[in-house]
């Protein structure tokens, strides 16, 4: 019963300190990546997002 509660406490911060891009945000964002100018794991650690860039799928 305690696990329960602790596990909704730690997903109810988590939801609450998400942060939330604007659109142009994202934009802005999305065109530093394809600028080049740093890896786009470097982008994602400076703006604390998940890397998703598709390197673990063989298919892509």
Known sequence: MKK???ESVVKD???R???KYSSEEKIRIVLEGLRG???I???CRRK???DITGT?????
């Open 4 to 6: 329960v509660f602790s």
């Open 13 to 15: 911060i988590c939801r």
């Open 17 to 19: 300190t998400r942060t």
């Open 37 to 39: 100018e740093d890896s």
């Open 41 to 43: 794991s470097s982008l």
């Open 48 to 50: 604390g997002i998940f």
């Open 56 to 60: 673990h799928n063989p298919a892509c």
